[in-house]
Each structure stands twice: as C-alpha cells, then as structure tokens.
C-alpha cells in the first residue's frame, strides 16, 4: 500500500484557502499541456510511430453526439447528418491504414479507448465495422477495451455488439441525477434510462463500470451531489470521476446557454468536493486523487493506486503501463517520450487530410529532457503524492511552494516532497508549480476544485 493511499485512508477535513485555489490551472493529462502546442513538422509523427516499439495503447475519437450538452468542452458536434458521419468514418478508417502501415511489427495494440463526443452516436454495425478496421490492419494482442457511452442514446443493438467484441470497460456521462440540474446544462435522462444502460452492459460482460459525475452545476445544491453519490454507488458503479464544471464561456461558447450567476461559489465547490470525497472514502471506495475513485479487489485501477503504478495520461488516471498513446480521429493526441502530437481538430479538414492519404497530425510539441523531467515530478505528485526533485528543480519552486509548507498542505525532507493528506484537493496546484509554461501564461484553465 502506497503512502498516498494509507494518506487517503486517515485524511482530515480539509481546510479551504481561497487564495491557494485562485489561479486556475491544467488537469495535466499531459506535460506540456495542449495550451502550448504549436504547429509541427508531420515528419516527427511519422517518425515516432516508426520507432514505436512494444505494447501500446490506442485512442480512436468519435466526435459526435445525438444532442449536445450545454457544458461540454469537448471536440463534437451533433450527429444529425447520416452523409458527415459516413464521410468521417471513411477518413477514419483511411487514417487506420496509414498508422498500421508506419508501425513496426514489433508494436502490439494492449489496449484500445473509443471516446468522443459519444461513441454510440454511431450506429452499432459501423463501430463493428471499425472494430474490424483495427484487428485487420493492426498487431493486436488480446486487447483491453474501453468505451463511453451517452446513456439517452443507448440501445439492446448497442449492447450486443459491445458483448460480441468483448468489451471489459465503459463509462457512462452520468453528471448528475437532479431533474432541476439535468435542465439547466440540456442534459435531460431519467434514472430508468441510466438503469437500463447499466443492465445492458453488465449483461453484455461489462466488468468495470465507470460514472461520470459534476459538481459545482448551476442550481446545484449539497443535497442534490448526495442524492448522486448515492444512487451511483446503489447502482454498482466500479469507478466514479467527480468532475468540478468549469464554467468558461469565453471559451465554450455553447456554455452562454448556462447562467452563470446560479452557479455555486468557490466556497460551496470546495464543500461539494469534499463531501463527494468523504462519501466515496467511507463506503467501499479506493480514493485515485482528490476526484476520483474505484472499487478495491478486483478494479485494476484499485489496484494501481494501491501498488504504486498508477499512471496519468490523456485519459486521466489510469493502470496503463504504456508509454506511447495512439490518437485516432479529429483533435485525437498521441502522446509519445519525445512527442505530443495533436490531429486536425476539425472534422472537415481532418476528412479531407486523412482521405488524400495524410497524417492528419500537425500540431504537438516537441519534449526535450527539461520538460520529461518535469512531467515524471508532476505525474508522480499527481499519482503517488510525492515525487523526488533535484536541486535546481527544489530552489526554483521554493517560493511557490511556500504557502503549501507554511499551512501544513505538503512537506519537504531532503530531495523529496509530499503531498500532505489535508493538502489532497491543492494537488494540481502544487504540481503547477514545476511547470515551466504556466508560470508566465496567462492562458485559462479550470478550477483546481
């Protein structure tokens, strides 16, 4: 059992400082993060799938939904016109093909993630049909599946293809149960349809189910989060990722549907992050982070925190040992040592690249040493609450990490620094202290709570 764990197991109350959380920062599922891409050289990508070697992990990003929510941040769009899904699909399958052809034989497919938007905006026989696309041109080795799903849209024919492939893992956008809340972000399902979906993937041989849930929703109330917590942990969810929403209309523009001025304050987020940990921490739960969690015994993501090797990739946290992540489809990254490389965020162009033979990849960021040394310091902060640093690294910090010293919130003995269990919720910002990017930008991210 890792120190961080047994941390979780006797955490105190946490006391919330305004001051420490007012600054937003990344959820860094990567170092450096998307905000600091810039436009690359195809050739590099081309490059770092040649050279890709052993087990690796595949992302294929569909991004549609049959009705879109008021909060999402996501690369999506609806799902209405049979002709643009088909076109996509196409230049899906296309960029398959060009992949396959870069990678050596020595590259086996371990794992495989459907994401989007909603995987399920596509109709069952054309992902049987992707399915099929990745087995036949790919090295796959018995791979672990995972899918999300958009329970509104969820169907028996959906369920049966997710039985005949062998899918292990789904998540499911849950969010929240309140009628009142569910209005206020357009994203009305009844508690019947999230249990008819949970019942169609435990009967297609689901064994890790995992619920998306938000807080800090407009007119969102404590009692409301509860009533969620509950009714997920009653229906037998694996995992549950407690998201906080980040309200940046500036940036979403679909998010001026949302009145900003029913939203809970800092305050009231920091309370609702907290009861949603303390709920899951005292029935049955294995806390992952300050917003994540998972069954003990048999979730592998459980087990993961537990022995040290949980990891974070652009999936959030996870127990791929992997180092190199395939990105498939429109704004799909690929996460390599020495490389992060995003494909064309829009759908169009991103047709039009992968269907004239073109890796649709054209922006990332080169890492050099400075910035994978940084990233293994913020991802064991971030994974096992402690991370060891090097002189300069520990001087550069100093300052930043003074306020989280002085109030007991995380602590320094010799080369390594700890993540205190009060200073669970201030993880992110402690760890945006060894970014090198962030320090001057003036970019916008979400609340750290």
Not at 202 to 217: K, P, Q
């Amino acid at each position: 059992m890792t120190r961080m764990v047994r941390a979780f197991k006797k955490a105190r109350m946490w006391t919330y400082y305004p001051d420490l959380l007012a600054r937003p920062v990344p959820r860094y599922t990567s170092y450096p993060t998307a905000a600091e891409f810039g436009d690359i050289d195809t050739g590099l990508y081309r490059q770092a799938l040649s050279g890709a070697g052993g087990d690796i992990s595949l992302y294929v990003h569909i991004p549609f939904c049959e009705k879109i929510c008021y909060y999402c941040g996501c690369n999506t769009a609806a799902s209405g016109r049979r002709q643009r899904l088909e076109t996509y699909l196409a230049a899906l399958h296309r960029e398959i093909e060009l992949v396959a052809a870069l990678l050596p034989d020595s590259a086996r497919i371990a794992r495989v993630a459907f994401g989007g938007g909603s995987p399920n905006a596509i109709e069952p026989g054309d992902f049987q049909r992707l399915v099929d696309s990745l087995l036949a041109n790919l090295h796959v080795s018995n791979p672990t599946f995972s899918i999300e799903f958009d329970p509104r849209t969820m169907t028996r024919e959906w369920a049966d293809v997710i039985g005949q492939v062998g899918i292990e893992r789904a998540s499911l956008g849950v969010q929240t149960f309140s009628a009142q809340c569910q209005e206020a972000i357009g994203r009305v399902q009844s508690e019947d349809c999230i249990v008819q979906t949970v019942d169609w993937l435990r009967g297609a041989g689901v064994t890790s189910l995992n619920f998306d849930l938000m807080y800090g929703l407009p007119g969102q109330t404590m009692h409301d989060l509860e009533d969620s917590l509950q009714r997920t942990r009653v229906l037998g969810a694996d995992r549950v990722a407690l998201f906080g929403y980040a309200h940046v209309p500036h940036m979403v523009p679909r998010q001026r549907v949302i009145d900003g001025s029913n939203l809970p304050d800092q305050r009231e987020r920091f309370a609702m992050a907290q009861m949603g940990y303390a709920y899951f921490a005292t029935h049955g739960y294995t806390p992952i982070g300050f917003d994540h969690f998972a069954k003990p015994g048999g979730d592998p993501l459980a087990r993961a925190a537990l022995d040290g090797t949980l990891r974070r990739n652009f999936q959030g946290f996870t127990d791929d040992p992997s180092d190199i992540l395939i990105g498939l489809g429109a704004s799909a990254i690929s996460s390599f040592p020495q490389l992060l490389a995003q494909n064309e965020k829009n759908s169009g162009r991103y047709r039009m690249l992968s269907s004239q033979g073109h890796l649709p990849a054209g922006r990332g960021i080169v890492r050099n040493p400075d910035d994978r040394y940084r990233a293994a310091v913020i991802e064991r902060l971030l994974c096992q609450g402690r991370a060891q640093l090097g002189a300069c690294l520990m001087r550069e910090a100093n300052e930043t990490l003074r306020p989280f010293l002085e109030r007991g919130l995380a602590s320094i003995d010799g080369q390594w620094l700890t993540i205190c269990p009060e200073g669970l919720p201030y993880a992110r910002t402690i760890a945006a202290a060894f970014d090198a990017y962030r320090q001057p930008s003036a970019r916008q991210f979400s609340s750290a709570v």
